[in-house]
C-alpha cells in the first residue's frame, strides 16, 4: 500500500507569485483534503475534491485553488503570494463513500514566502 | 464542522498512563470523533476513532460517554516518542475541523 506522498518537500517564493503544490493520494483512495497549518497553529481546512469535484471549502480566499485528477493525485495552487501564505500544507486521502473514512496526511510542503 | 476544546499542554512521565479530554460541544449527530498525533514537521497520524462508548486499538483506547459531547483519549504506559501533539476532531466522511491540540511532553 502507497502511502501519501507531496512535492515539493520545502518552496521559497516571493509575495505575488503563484505557486503549485502537489499531492499523490493512498492507493484505492478517491477523496483528498489541503489543509494550511500556520507555526504553532493546527492544521486549517482550505478544501477537499471529491472525484475531481469541490466538495467542501473553509474560509480561504479564492487565489488558492485545486485540482484532482483521474488517477486521485491533486494540485493546490495559490496565486498572489501574501507573507501570511507562508505555512505547512498538507495534503490527505481518504475514502469518503462512508463517513467512518480516515484521512491519511502526506509528510507537508513547506512554503516561505518572502 | 465544530472546532473542539482541549488543553493546550500536559506534562507526563515516562511508564504513567495519559488522559487527554476534549469537549465536543457541538458534535453532529453523524460526527465520528477522532484523535490524530503529530510530531513537528510531520502530517497528522490517525490514532483511533469512535462514535460512542469504548474503542480501543494497539496503541490507545478512547472513551466516549453517552451524550458525546466529550471523549477522552487514553495512552496506556507513555514513553518519550509520545511527545507530540494531539488533537481531537468531529469526523464528518473525510471533513474535520482541527482545534489547536494538546502537546504532550513525556519526560523521563
Known amino acids: 500500500e502507497t502511502g501519501v506522498t507531496q512535492s515539493p518537500t520545502h518552496l521559497i517564493k516571493t509575495r505575488g507569485q503563484q505557486v503549485t503544490l502537489r499531492c499523490s493520494s493512498q492507493s484505492g483512495h478517491n477523496t483528498v483534503s489541503w489543509y494550511q497549518q500556520a507555526l504553532g497553529q493546527g492544521p486549517q481546512f482550505i478544501f477537499q475534491?471529491?472525484?475531481?469535484?469541490?466538495?467542501g471549502r473553509g474560509n480561504f480566499p479564492p487565489r488558492f485553488s485545486g485540482l484532482q485528477f483521474p488517477n486521485y493525485s491533486s494540485e493546490l495552487n495559490v496565486n498572489a503570494l501574501e507573507l501570511d501564505d507562508s505555512a505547512l500544507y498538507l495534503c490527505?486521502?481518504?475514502?469518503?463513500?462512508?463517513?467512518?473514512?480516515?484521512?491519511?496526511f502526506g509528510p507537508g510542503t513547506r512554503l516561505t514566502v518572502l | 464542522l465544530a472546532k473542539t476544546t482541549q488543553p493546550i499542554s500536559m506534562d507526563s512521565y515516562e511508564g504513567q498512563e495519559v488522559n487527554i479530554t476534549c469537549s465536543h460541544n457541538n458534535i453532529a449527530t453523524n460526527d465520528y470523533i477522532t484523535w490524530y498525533q503529530q510530531f513537528p514537521s510531520q502530517g497528522p497520524r490517525f490514532i483511533i476513532q469512535g462514535y460512542k462508548t469504548k474503542v480501543t486499538n494497539e496503541v490507545a483506547s478512547l472513551f466516549i460517554p453517552a451524550d458525546r459531547k466529550s471523549s477522552t483519549l487514553s495512552l496506556p504506559r507513555v514513553s518519550l516518542s509520545d511527545t507530540a501533539v494531539y488533537y481531537c476532531?468531529?469526523?464528518?466522511?473525510?471533513?474535520?475541523?482541527f482545534g489547536d491540540g494538546t502537546t504532550l511532553t513525556v519526560k523521563p
Open positions: 490527505a486521502s481518504s475514502l469518503a463513500d462512508v463517513l467512518t473514512d480516515t484521512q491519511y
Open positions: 476532531l468531529d469526523t464528518n466522511a473525510g471533513k474535520s475541523t
Open positions: 475534491y471529491y472525484r475531481e469535484e469541490e466538495n
